[in-house]
């Protein structure tokens, strides 16, 4: 039986790439917590783009030291789990809740755009998309080693 296709995993070097390529984006403290969401917490598009605040704080609405995914949110019913959050992620959502705290729209979801209070799973693919192409990684996977 052959596999189907398999993505390439960034190593550390590429990751390290795309993080100062989003450094000099538009919406660097955004673009840094969807990456890390893929790369170090191993969430998909649509579990990035329906992650909310509640899902990454605690009861007095601080960035916890886990994310917990709801079924809602994830792939089927049953994909609902909780993931540890590694320092970098924690501290680049902690930042991001910062600026998306003193923003003059409020949104119940973590990652936002300009238009809207929340994103597309489609539009975080086409950023993953940019990302790659502008560095001219061919058959990149979103999701890297945790």
Known sequence: MALAKQ??????????AVL??????RYPLRNRV??????????RAKEIASLTWAMVTDVEGNVSDSLTLTNIA??????????????D??????????????ASRQS???VTT???????????????ADWYHALGFVGASMIGPV
């Open 7 to 16: 993505a390439k995993i960034l190593t550390k070097a590429q990751q390290d």
């Open 108 to 110: 119940s979801y973590v």
């Open 20 to 25: 100062g390529l989003i450094a000099s984006s």
């Open 89 to 102: 992620l924690r501290a680049a959502i902690s930042n991001w809740k910062v600026e998306a705290d003193s």
């Open 74 to 87: 994830s792939k089927g019913n049953s994909g609902g789990r909780a993931i540890p959050m590694s320092r």
């Open 114 to 128: 300009e238009r809207s209070p929340r994103t597309s799973s489609y539009a975080v693919v086409n950023l993953f």
């Open 34 to 43: 969807i990456f890390l969401l893929s790369v170090k917490a191993g969430l």
